[in-house]
C-alpha cells in the first residue's frame, strides 16, 4: 500500500477510516452548528428518536459507546433540557431516558441538516461511488462487530464517543 501524508507507515485503512471519519464529523457539525448539538450528543438523540425510554445500558449499546462515555453524555443532554431520566415503572433499579420537549424539538433540524451533509459528500463522490463507500463501511462495520475480540463487555469506542460539552464543535 502506498503511504500518503496522512497514514503512519503500518496503519493504512484504519488510519484513513480514522481520517475520514474526523473530517466528515467535521463536516457534520458545521451544519449541526445552528443546532447547539455535537455530533456525540446527536447520535444520542437520533437513538430516542427511534425508541424513547431507553436504559442507559440500552443507549451505550445501540450508540456503541461506553457506560461511562454514556453516562456524561447524558449529563450533558439531561444538562441542556434535550432530554430526562426516569425511574422504570417495573424495575426501580433502571431509570430510563426520555426525549424532552427541546430534544424532540431538535429532530427537524438535525435530520435536515445530515441530510445536507451527505447530500454534499454524493455530490463531490458521486452517487455510484458514495452507494460503494457506503456498502464498503456496512460491510466493514459487520466484520469488526463480529471479531471475537470485540465481543462481552468490550465496547469499543464510537466516532462519537468523546466528551466534548454540549455545543462544542
Known amino acids: 500500500m502506498t503511504e500518503s501524508k496522512h497514514t503512519m507507515p503500518g496503519e493504512g485503512i484504519p488510519q484513513f477510516l480514522y481520517d475520514v471519519v474526523r473530517l466528515l464529523e467535521a463536516r457534520v457539525s458545521t451544519h449541526l452548528r445552528g443546532t447547539g448539538l455535537h455530533w456525540g450528543l446527536r447520535r444520542i438523540l437520533q437513538q430516542l428518536w427511534i ?4 436504559s442507559q445500558a440500552e443507549l451505550a449499546g445501540a450508540a456503541r459507546v461506553s457506560q461511562a462515555s454514556i453516562s456524561n453524555m447524558l449529563k450533558h443532554l439531561i444538562d441542556g433540557e434535550w432530554v430526562e431520566r426516569r425511574q422504570d415503572a417495573y424495575d426501580y433499579r433502571i431509570s430510563r431516558v426520555y426525549l424532552a420537549r ?6 427537524d433540524a438535525v435530520e435536515r ?24 463501511l456496512r460491510r466493514a462495520l459487520e466484520v469488526l462487530d463480529a471479531a471475537p475480540d470485540l465481543v462481552g463487555n468490550a465496547s469499543p469506542r464510537g466516532i462519537w464517543d468523546h466528551s466534548s460539552p454540549p455545543g462544542e464543535l
Open 113 to 136: 441538516e445530515l441530510a445536507i451533509a451527505e447530500a454534499d459528500l454524493r455530490e463531490q463522490m458521486g452517487v455510484e461511488g458514495a452507494d460503494r463507500l457506503a456498502e464498503l
Open 51 to 54: 425508541e424513547d425510554g431507553l
Open 102 to 107: 427541546r430534544g424532540r424539538e431538535l429532530r
